[in-house]
């Protein structure tokens, strides 16, 4: 049987759409042009959301592959590199909520009440996916936790606590999924398992290290040159020492509990070595990953920060629809909601090229080499 010609209006569903921005109202008339402009614009950012959503997925469930295949990087950082451009323009939208006055938006702002952008059951869901832990989240202002926010009135689990819930579920997140990926990194030539890994790797450490404090002691120097006097001197020297201790600490991840401890600064060490012989032909796409992966996240704060002004410009610092502390809140989430932590800190301890400890066994690391391998 031949298929029936397909119309545009019905392959994407236009009159269904266009018939759901009629919010609490029982006709379009009854709507201002600034109330509807609210909803569709939520809706839109929504559909946004769902396409992150699914590239989020597509990418966690590449990285969870042992080992991840080479020739999926590119796929994974053009996935990745979608989600940033999705974030953009779902905060490039906020500039049409701006278009609304004050006076207009408390025109119908009551309706709204006690519901809340809080309880956008996706945006939730990609910072579960993406690897925000439970344990930082910010507290709204009030006594419900986000979980309570995403049930019914009376309690009772709505379509968005089972989806919060379902995404709990839901592992590993891409976060982990990344890191165990990076953790597999061949460092000069060792992957884990190899007899000699952990002394080979703990050298490399080393080394970099050692680099790292000469290329800031060499900073200092030409920083006192412009000292004025003593005590900046002297606060300069503190600061760079400062800077030489805290690149040691990361390196060795004092700050994670020791059982944990070897598998952290492992993979802290890959990210490092990563970035610093990038141009090493099988080291070219790790490094565009963790790129993209710092774009996505710098893209998602920007998102919030953007939010949170917009907010702020159309309604100040009033407590939230929800009962949250409103822009205080989302102010807060921009600022501390930071999922890749380490990828954002190694840029702290980079080092020119010309200090870098010499590389070992950069055989493995070209194009076509018989045998060898970068499996992770």
Not at 26 to 36: I, K
Not at 153 to 172: K, M, N, T
Not at 180 to 195: F, K, N
Request: charged share 25%; hydrophobic share 45%; glycine share 6%.
């Amino acid at each position: 049987m031949a298929r029936q010609p397909t119309a545009y209006w019905d392959y994407i569903k236009l009159e269904e759409l266009l018939a759901l921005q009629g919010g609490l109202a029982a006709s379009d008339g009854e709507l201002t042009n600034d109330e509807v402009m609210f909803i569709a614009i939520h809706q839109i950012e929504e559909l946004w959301l769902k396409l992150v959503l699914r590239e989020l997925v597509t990418a966690r469930d590449l990285f969870r592959q042992v080992p991840v295949p080479e020739q999926s990087l590119a796929a994974a950082v053009r996935g990745i590199d979608r989600m940033t451009t999705l974030l953009r323009f779902a905060g490039d939208h906020f500039a049409v909520m701006e278009t609304m006055t004050t006076r207009d938006y408390l025109a119908f702002r009551d309706k709204l009440s006690p519901a809340s952008g809080f309880q956008s059951a996706q945006l939730r869901e990609i910072e579960i996916l993406a690897g925000l832990p439970e344990g930082e989240r910010i507290p709204l202002g009030q006594e419900k936790s986000y979980m309570q926010m995403l049930r019914n009135h009376d309690g009772s689990p709505s379509s968005a606590s089972r989806r919060v819930d379902a995404r709990l579920a839901d592992q590993p997140t891409l976060r982990e999924a990344v890191d165990e990926w990076l953790y597999r990194t061949p460092i000069q030539g060792s992957v884990p398992g190899d007899p000699d890994d952990a002394a080979r790797v703990a050298a490399f450490v080393a080394a970099y290290g050692a680099a790292h404090a000469a290329s800031a002691r060499a900073a200092l120097a030409l920083a006192l040159e412009a000292a004025p006097g003593p005590e900046d001197a002297a606060r300069l020297e503190a600061r760079y020492q400062r800077e030489i201790e805290s690149a040691a600490a990361f390196l060795a991840a004092v700050e994670v509990p020791v059982e944990r401890r070897p598998r952290a600064s492992r993979v802290r060490a890959a990210l490092v070595f990563i970035e610093s012989y990038r141009e090493l032909p099988l080291l070219a796409w790790p490094r565009a990953v963790i790129d993209a992966v710092v774009a996505f996240e710098q893209a998602f704060v920007m998102f919030r920060q953007r939010h949170a002004r917009m907010v702020e410009r159309v309604i100040g610092r009033r407590t939230g629809t929800g009962g949250s502390a409103g822009v205080e809140y989302l102010d807060q989430t921009a600022l501390r909601y930071r999922i890749f932590r380490d990828v954002w800190a190694v840029r702290t301890i980079l080092v020119p090229e010309r200090v870098l400890p010499a590389l070992e066994r950069s055989e493995l690391y070209g194009f076509f080499v018989p045998g060898a391998t970068t499996a992770r």
